[in-house]
């Protein structure tokens, strides 16, 4: 297939308990859908269905695990899959909390990865690990390539470790998604080829047959997608170049970019895992802005499993604008 690094996730291993599912939601994203599900899926967590992308945006959904207290990252190693790995009771439900997260990327098309991300994790690629997964992708499941596109985000470009190993890679097709100083900053400091599309203030100025032809004339090339002013990005561009790039489903890997889309109204859905370890301290997602006790979003759990006595999955929609 290709050279990227592929690993087995035994189905015995990982298999997760579904003990709870909220079937007439599930039934009806399944009625609009166009997914087909592999037999792994199946065979180890329960069906996945999506909905369809609107016409302005992807489809949205998170993958994360917290700790038992809510926490995202230990504060001497703030790497995010140790709060998975490190759980000494349950390993393999460590291993089927990143398999989990290998369907979601298999999934996806696009994966949005923080600038954080890149620097606590130096050989971390956002590809599909599990080998059945990634043929599935191409195999089963309609998708064009093995591995999603990975889009990198950043406020002024300066937080990207540019000589990450992801800018290695050929089989890794890399994006940037920052503010016009961000893109100045990459453009002057990047070693791989790239363009820069933008910048764009707003949706109407965005020429997407541009962009389309110069990624097509330099797909080897880092395209860099400059929104908003000054050093800040505009998200709700982002997402549009993205979805009228053919972008249907989008799996947002950055705890403050998930933040980000729930505060805009722009998250979809979030697969919550729990890993049942105490963290304290402060790295959890959403701790730089909190919601009002009269504004604040609100979530269906769609799907509750779990592995052993010592991990929780979930699946979780997200509703806004609810109010007394």
Known sequence: MDELLRMKFPTEDIKINVVMKREDILEEIKKSSKDIVPQKVLDVYDEIYMPPASADRPYTFASIVLSAD??????????????????????????????VLNVLRAYADAIIIGAKTLQAEPMGTSHVFCSEMAEARIKEM???TNCPWNCIISFDGKDIPLDHMIFETDEIQVQIGTSPMGAEYVKENIKKPYQIFGPYKSIEEVDIDVIKSGMDSKPEAVAIFATGVDESPDSSILLYILRKLGIEKLCIESP???WHLIDQEAMDEMFIN????YVGGVISMGSYKGFTANKHPHA?????????SSFIFTRQKLYYGITE
């Not at 504060?75 to 995010?80: A, I, R, S, T």
């Not at 729990?274 to 370890?277: D, E, I, N």
């Not at 269906?300 to 052993?308: F, R, S, T, Y």
Request: hydrophobic share 40%.
């Open 300 to 308: 269906k759990i769609l799907m509750l499993g779990h592995h052993d």
């Open 274 to 277: 729990y890993s049942a370890v």
């Open 70 to 99: 809510g926490k995202i990252a230990f504060f001497d190693d703030p790497q995010g899959p140790l709060i998975s790995s490190k759980n000494l009771l349950d390993k393999n439900g460590g291993l089927a909390d990143f398999w």
């Open 256 to 258: 403050s970019f998930m």
């Open 142 to 144: 309609g998708k064009k």
